[in-house]
C-alpha cells in the first residue's frame, strides 16, 4: 500500500510551544500534501510540497520532504488553541489518486 | 462559491434499507472523489470521476456500493441494502486540473448510521 502513516496518532502539547508531526510513506510519489480536520468536518488543505522540492513554509507551518527516506514532517509553530485538530498526509503517485494517512491527533491546551 | 455541498448531514437508517448520499462539488471542478472515514480504517477512497466519468472504482467495498455522476454538478453515492459496518462518514470532495495544485476541496460530510 501507498498508504502514508502518521506519527505520532495523538500529541498534546501547550499553547505557545511548537508542534512537529511525521508521516512516512512506501513508494514513489508526486506530491506530498498535509491536510487538517476540526473535529465533525470535512479536511482542509493547508500546504503542497513537490517531490523535487525538499522544504516549504505557510505563514506558521514548516513541511519537509525526504524522498530517499520516504517521510516529510508539518512543523506547527507557536501554537494556539485553535490549532487543535487530526492532521492527515496526503500522497499521490498519479496526479488525482490520494492516499490518506490515519492521522496525527494534536490537542493544544490553552 | 459555496464549496462542496453534501446532503443529509445526517442519516439514520436501518439495516436493509436503501441509502443515497449526494454531492454538489465546485463549479468548475473536473474531478469528484467519495470518500469514507471510519475510526477503525480511516480515510478511504471509495472511487473517483473524472468529467463525470467513474476513473477508478477499487476502493469500493461491495456491490452493494454503487454512484453515479450524471452531470458536472451532481453526484451521488448509493448503498443498497444497508448494513451496520456501512456506519461511517462519507465526504465528497472535488478538484480542478487547470491549476498547479491538485489540492481537494472537501464537503463537510454525511454521517451515517445503520442500525
Known amino acids: 500500500s501507498q498508504q502514508g502513516e502518521e506519527d505520532p496518532q495523538a500529541l498534546s502539547i501547550q499553547e505557545g510551544e511548537n508542534a512537529t508531526m511525521n508521516c512516512s510513506y512506501k513508494t514513489s510519489i508526486n506530491n506530498l500534501q498535509w491536510y487538517r480536520q476540526n473535529s465533525g468536518r470535512g479536511l482542509v488543505h493547508l500546504i503542497l510540497?513537490?517531490?523535487?522540492?525538499r522544504e516549504k513554509h505557510s505563514g506558521r507551518l514548516r513541511v519537509t520532504l525526504d524522498t530517499s527516506k520516504k517521510s516529510s514532517s508539518l512543523l506547527i509553530t507557536a501554537s494556539r488553541a485553535a490549532d487543535t485538530a487530526s492532521y492527515f498526509c496526503?500522497?499521490?503517485?498519479?496526479?488525482?489518486?490520494?492516499?490518506f494517512g490515519s492521522g496525527t491527533k494534536l490537542n493544544v491546551k490553552p | 462559491d459555496a464549496g462542496v455541498i453534501q446532503s443529509p448531514r445526517h442519516e439514520v437508517t436501518e439495516m436493509g434499507q436503501e441509502v443515497t448520499l449526494r454531492c454538489k462539488p465546485i463549479?468548475?471542478?473536473?474531478?469528484l472523489f467519495w470518500y469514507r472515514q471510519t475510526m477503525m480504517r480511516g480515510l478511504e477512497l471509495l472511487i473517483y470521476f473524472n468529467n463525470n466519468v467513474p476513473i477508478d472504482d477499487s476502493g469500493m467495498p461491495e456491490d452493494r456500493f454503487s454512484a453515479k455522476m450524471p452531470n458536472a454538478s451532481f453526484s451521488t453515492l448509493k448503498i443498497q441494502p444497508s448494513e451496520p459496518r456501512d456506519s461511517a462518514v462519507y465526504f465528497c470532495a472535488s478538484t480542478t486540473t487547470s491549476g498547479r495544485s491538485n489540492e481537494q476541496f472537501f464537503g463537510p460530510g454525511t454521517r451515517l448510521t445503520v442500525l
Open positions: 510540497i513537490r517531490s523535487n522540492e
Open positions: 463549479s468548475g471542478h473536473d474531478y
Open positions: 496526503a500522497t499521490d503517485r498519479n496526479f488525482n489518486k490520494f492516499y
